[in-house]
């Protein structure tokens, strides 16, 4: 039962017709991304600044409403408000296109997370494999920001990214791909479905003292869950993977140029990312929404939002790796070691299982 | 060294390990026209011709290897270029090598062949005097735009005069994209003026090689003030001391007033009571300790990314130092404290609060510094960003005329502070801290083991001054209200500032006010070494060896 299901029955919808039940999955669709960008909200002119306050010291905004709370309004006019430069020849449309590609992609990605208590947009057969899809369409993004800006930082950043995402993207799939092992199916499914990705993380592993420990993946293969995270620090890029827009080296990188509303949506679209980040690797290997005692929702909160803290944590503490170190530890460390992983899920799975 | 039996390289000594100016006079022969007396050491007036094979000689055969400064300056009837010249081994050891030049050609020998640091020396010396030298390899202004008319120090320059420099003359940065040739594949990035990671108004114009730095020039000037000029125009007595706190804004401005106080000092041959030197040494040492915890928490954004931690615990941490300093000089930043003969008043009351404040300071030190090392060089990701990268070969080094820490990281054993002492540091027991490494790790480790031992030297001071006698405590000697130095006197003196070698040349005419001013900075010098250590390495390189120079443009652009 997904939230378009839902809503289509409470409005009396009829779920066979394409047409109304188009209806009912854009509604959906909305409250989905509305929620995301809630959580955005919350996290980038907020949270963000909290925590990092916290790793280094400082207190950071306690000025406007209560803990600062209301600097995220004020935040939001200040930025809209600001002039939106357009330098000399760029190259409209991408110039213009590339936040919007970058915001929107993540946000795509949502479509088919299981979220708890009942909300996922949609949930296909193939769920993962489209997660990772759209979730990867942010390189052209990033592409289309870096070289359609027609300057050289954003160039540099541009090109980074790409080689970065090109480093990651793929020990990032194929450790995703021993979950499938696993799981024996590409459907995120839910708590509740049997035989999808979360469904089976809802088993018992063991027990220890009485509590039952799920068999979440990042519990069965605690190995394929290391090389998730680090690969996925590469892929939002952050700390110690933040080198495409490296600040100090190559000024802002592909976000060199944009200012005002672009500025806004380059910078949501980097925070979606990061929740999108957290929603795959909660429902991967940290059992989806489930968890005891509080609603589905509430727990897969908490479990997004532990993966944008250590994303934060990363970033106050860990020093950038250069690019060509980075690559190298793509290419020759995690490629290699996710293939490994993989053969050993499948000895696994083929002999234990 | 051995009194009996002088080596190959004691040549111009005498035995008890003085320079013999008369040995190196013969050494030298026919290029020599005259000898001078300088307050600091002897000097050769030699042809303008001759300059390499005088220094060249002097450098190989008496062993001057630091080129420590270049001065220029126009008298009534001629021009003149002093190099002056001193051993990374003894800096008690110096030798003046004066080239007079005549008015309607003022053209000398370039020394650059010898010394690499004569290269923007003498580029200076061009832009603000006007003499020229044949052979160098890139005769242009440096800190003046290209367009400037005239030499501001030269006599005849007419200071009323409007400079236009409109936009259209200037050169525009981002009009040439491809240096090499137009075939290759480079690509021309400007990094600065306005960049995060120069620290100031610096430019660096590199050719990049897609990420790796094919050719890199630092193109600086862009916060000149003149300040050699407004010296000049201020008397000895007050009216300078507060310009070298100018000239590093990064907290080390007790140790700047330092430098002009120690060669105003041995110009008009003032004493400083013991009581005061203390004093100076205590907070110079805390001010040493600003400047560095400032280079290593900048140096954190550079590398580890402008959200680091690190950072804002240097900032905590300097807080410490800056309050205690605000106690005693009633300022954070331009401290204004030393006065010729001494200081500008005694230590806070009480004193003992005082002293506790510090001593707080220094015993909670090592847990901090140990934060740092857990933060940064223990961490293994800075160490492979910084271990073996942005190498600075000794030789190098002494070629560039580098000091301070970055000469201390190239593995030279070379700090004035125990080499020429002055102050109450002989008396102290501390170390001279240095990394064999020639890398930028190395420099990071001199930067924080000189904090320590900064504190060492802070707390013997506090002692020292806990127990000093109440009738015996005189702050300044007894200066007179206007000094006016016997005209043509001349001193060059330095101190080891927190970047580097800070030298200061002033020569009278007679009156208050000095005839020239030269300050020598060390970060200047430094800097110029930052293409033997970037090029062929990558931007993030680059990026990482400008930190660990620390350079402050304060005392490059002057």
């Known amino acids: 039962m997904t939230l378009s299901d839902t809503i289509a029955g409470l409005l009396g919808l009829n779920a066979n017709d394409p047409l109304q039940f188009g209806i009912a999955a854009i509604i959906a669709s909305t409250i989905v991304g509305t929620f995301m960008l809630v959580n955005v909200a919350i996290a980038g002119p907020w949270a963000k600044r909290k925590i990092t306050a916290t790793f280094t010291d400082r207190i950071a905004v306690n000025r406007i409403g209560p803990f600062g709370l209301m600097i995220i309004v004020a935040d939001a006019v200040r930025l809209l408000s ?7 020849k760029v190259d409209r449309p991408a110039w213009d296109l590339a936040p919007l590609v970058i915001a929107g992609s993540a946000l795509f990605g949502f479509a088919v997370i299981p979220m708890g208590s009942g909300i996922q947009v949609a949930d296909p057969e ?6 990772f899809a759209v979730a990867s369409l942010a390189s052209v993004g990033l592409v289309m920001a870096g070289y359609a800006s027609n300057n050289k930082y954003s160039m540099l950043g541009g090109l980074r990214a790409v080689a970065q995402n090109l480093a990651y993207e793929i020990p990032l799939v194929l450790t995703g791909v021993s979950v499938v092992l696993f799981a024996g199916t590409l459907q995120l499914g839910n708590v509740n479905a049997a035989n999808t990705i979360v469904g089976a993380q809802q088993a018992t592993l063991a027990t220890v003292g009485g509590i039952e420990i799920p068999s979440w993946y990042a519990f069965v293969n605690p190995f394929a869950f290391m090389l998730f995270l680090v690969a996925n620090l590469a892929e939002v890029g952050r700390n110690p993977f933040d080198t495409p827009e490296a ?16 500025f806004v949506l380059m910078y949501l679209g980097e925070f979606i990312h990061i929740f999108l980040g957290g929603a795959i690797i909660a429902t991967i290997f940290l059992g989806g929404p489930a968890g005891p005692v509080l609603p589905g929702i509430v727990w897969f909160l908490v479990k997004i939002w532990a993966v944008f803290l250590l994303t934060q944590w990363a970033r106050s503490a860990l020093p950038r790796v250069r690019i060509d170190q980075l690559i190298e530890i793509g290419w020759k460390g995690m490629l290699v070691l996710s293939f490994a992983n993989l053969i050993l899920t499948a000895i696994i799975v083929g002999v234990v299982v | 060294m051995s009194l009996e039996d002088p080596g190959p390289r004691d040549v111009g000594l005498t035995k008890t390990g003085d320079v013999n100016y008369d040995e190196l006079e013969s050494l030298l022969g026919d290029d020599v026209l005259g000898r001078e007396e300088h307050l600091n050491a002897e000097a050769f007036v030699i042809r303008p011709d001759a300059v390499q094979d005088v220094l060249s000689t002097l450098k190989t055969d008496a062993g001057f290897d630091n080129c420590n400064c270049v001065t220029a300056q126009e008298y009534q009837d001629r021009y003149e270029t002093i190099y002056h010249l001193t051993k990374y081994d003894d800096r008690t050891q110096e030798v003046g090598v004066v080239v007079p030049t005549s008015k309607d050609n003022p053209v000398s020998e370039s020394a650059e062949p010898v010394f690499r640091t004569a290269d923007w020396h003498e580029r200076e010396a061009y832009d603000l005097v006007g003499i020229e030298y044949e052979g160098h390899p890139d005769p242009r202004r440096i800190l003046l735009p290209e367009t400037w008319q005239g030499h501001p120090l030269s006599m005849d320059y007419d200071q009323t005069k409007p400079q236009v420099v409109t936009l259209r003359e200037n050169k525009n940065p981002l009009e040439e994209d491809q240096r090499l040739n137009d075939d290759s594949d480079t690509m ?49 007595r007050h009216q300078i001391m507060p310009y070298p706190d100018r000239w590093d804004w990064g907290g080390a401005g007790l140790l700047n007033e330092w430098a002009y106080a120690r060669t105003a000092e041995t110009l008009a041959d003032i004493d400083v009571p013991e009581y005061a030197q203390v004093i100076r040494t205590m907070s110079g040492e805390l ?25 804002m615990y240097g900032m905590q941490d300097r807080e410490v130092v800056q309050n205690i300093l605000e106690d005693l000089t009633g300022q954070r930043l331009m401290f204004n404290y030393f006065r010729l003969g001494g200081v500008a008043w005694d230590l806070p009351e009480p004193r003992g609060e005082f002293f506790e404040q510090i001593r707080a300071f220094i015993d909670d030190l090592p ?6 090392h857990n933060l940064l060089t223990s961490n293994e990701i800075l160490q492979i960003r910084t271990v073996d990268t942005g190498r600075l070969e000794p030789e190098i080094a002494k070629s560039y005329g580098a000091t301070g820490p970055v000469a201390r990281g190239s593995g030279i054993d070379y700090d004035i502070r125990r080499d020429d002492p002055y102050g109450y540091y002989d008396k102290l027991d501390w170390n001279v801290v240095t990394e064999d490494g020639c890398d930028n790790y190395a420099r990071l480790l001199v930067r924080l083991q000189e904090v320590e031992e900064s504190a060492k030297i802070i707390n013997q001071c506090v002692d020292l001054l806990e127990g000093w006698p109440e009738e015996d405590r005189t702050i300044q000697a007894n200066v007179p209200r206007t000094i006016k130095p016997e005209p043509d006197t001349e001193v060059y003196k330095s101190v080891e500032a927190a970047k580097g070698e800070l030298g200061i040349y002033i020569r009278s005419d007679g009156t208050d006010t000095p ?20 090029e062929g390495e990558y931007i993030a390189d680059l990026i990482a060896s400008l930190g660990s120079l620390d350079t402050i443009m304060g005392e490059v652009d002057r």
């Open chain 1, 82 to 88: 600001k002039e939106l430069i357009v330098p000399e």
């Open chain 1, 126 to 131: 193939v769920g993962l494999a489209y997660v």
């Open chain 1, 247 to 262: 600040p100090t080296e190559i000024v802002a990188g592909y976000q060199t140029e944009y200012s005002s509303v672009y």
């Open chain 2, 188 to 236: 021309l990035l400007n990094i600065g003026p306005h960049h995060p990671a120069t620290h100031g108004v610096l430019h660096v114009e590199a050719t990049l090689d897609g990420e790796q730095v094919a050719d890199v020039e630092p193109d600086i000037g862009y916060i000149h003030r003149c300040e050699e000029q407004m010296c000049q125009q201020g008397t000895y």
């Open chain 2, 287 to 311: 001010s040493r300790i600003l400047s560095h915890m400032l280079a290593v928490a900048a140096y954190a954004l550079d590398v580890v990314g402008d959200f680091t931690a690190t950072f």
């Open chain 2, 367 to 372: 847990e901090k510094l140990e934060e740092y």
């Open chain 2, 515 to 534: 005839a020239r001013f030269k300050i020598r900075g060390g970060s200047f010098s430094n800097l110029q070494t930052l293409p033997e250590m970037a």
